[in-house]
């Protein structure tokens, strides 16, 4: 009988933030990085193997859901594009312009917020 190992793990797996508690937290006792548009508020968990990740949108400042839950999906594309997040633990990631933004302008500025953090 043969048994198939699998391969260690490389990075944190990323994973949804949804826990009120750690949202607070977050908010309350995290470190925060500020860009043009874009607004990161993580704390950093070397004991843990998962990075738990939000992404945020004001209603303030887009009030039509749909407008929002695009910005969200161009966030969390924005994410993928900077894989290997080279932390664990969790962050949210808040959008804070007041305009539509270009995919492309998220990512780049969303890989200089995570270079300084």
């Known amino acids: 009988m043969t048994i198939i190992m699998s391969h260690p793990k490389t990075k944190p797996s990323l994973k949804r933030l949804k826990s009120k508690i750690i949202i607070d937290r977050l908010f309350q006792d995290g ?14 968990d070397e ?19 749909v407008d929002r839950n695009r910005i969200k999906r161009q966030l969390r594309e924005a994410l993928k594009a900077i894989s290997p997040i080279p932390f664990a633990g969790c962050f949210m990631l808040v959008y804070k312009g007041r305009k539509l933004p270009i995919t492309q302008n998220l ?11």
């Open 31 to 44: 470190e925060g990085f500020h860009s043009k548009h874009l607004f990161l508020r993580l704390i950093q």
């Open 47 to 65: 004991t843990s193997s998962n990075l738990y990740a939000g992404v945020s949108v004001s209603k303030r400042n887009f009030k039509k859901a």
């Open 107 to 117: 990512i780049d500025e969303a890989k200089l917020l995570f270079a300084k953090a």
